[in-house]
């Protein structure tokens, strides 16, 4: 696995799903896979990866738009490697409770990329996050951090010994 290098791009509104991309490239990168983390509106090319993880915060049961955009201008190449998909969204524990399958966009991107597996992480809407909405929400204690750092590193990992015994 040394030398395997792995893209983790994301479209994040509010920086939550941001922060779950970040932390899965610190505990990939921990594993020894050199993992790199960017905006999926900066990819410009995939082909030197071995693999690409992608994500997306879904609103309004829609992807974001900038992970769909990466999806559809790096399709050909993403079909040539290792691809799993994400999404971030529920404010609340429902993706602690149970395996919240990918909204009906992103089913179809698994199919046309060939994705390995899609995994939902809670996401976030704090104080912190902008809007009115957001703020009304918070203030109806509607709002939370559901990310959960330890089943984003255990989803890190499972990935790495996927990498690893694909190599």
């Known amino acids: 696995m040394p030398g395997t290098r792995l893209l ?21 990168r921990s594993v020894g896979v050199d993992a790199v983390v960017m905006p999926a509106d900066r990819v410009s090319d995939v082909s030197d990866y071995d693999g690409v993880i992608l994500g997306g915060a879904v609103y309004a049961g829609r992807w974001h ?24 969204g529920p404010v ?3 993706a602690e ?10 089913a179809r991107w698994m199919q046309r ?24 929400m918070v203030r109806q204690g509607k709002g939370g951090d559901f990310r959960n750092p330890e089943r984003i590193r255990r989803w890190a990992d499972h990935i790495a010994s996927q990498l690893r015994s694909a190599g």
């Open 113 to 136: 990329l060939g994705a390995r597996e899609h995994i939902t992480f809670g996401g976030a809407l704090t104080e912190h996050t902008p809007g009115l909405i957001a703020h009304s």
């Open 8 to 28: 983790i791009a994301y479209g994040s509104k509010h920086g939550a799903t941001q922060g779950i991309a970040d932390e899965l490239g610190e505990a990939l």
């Open 97 to 106: 409770r149970r395996d919240i399958p990918p909204v009906r966009g992103v």
């Open 65 to 88: 738009v900038e992970a769909r955009r990466c999806a559809s201008r790096h399709a050909a190449e993403l079909r040539k490697r290792p691809v799993w998909l994400f999404s971030s």
């Open 92 to 94: 609340d524990d429902s």
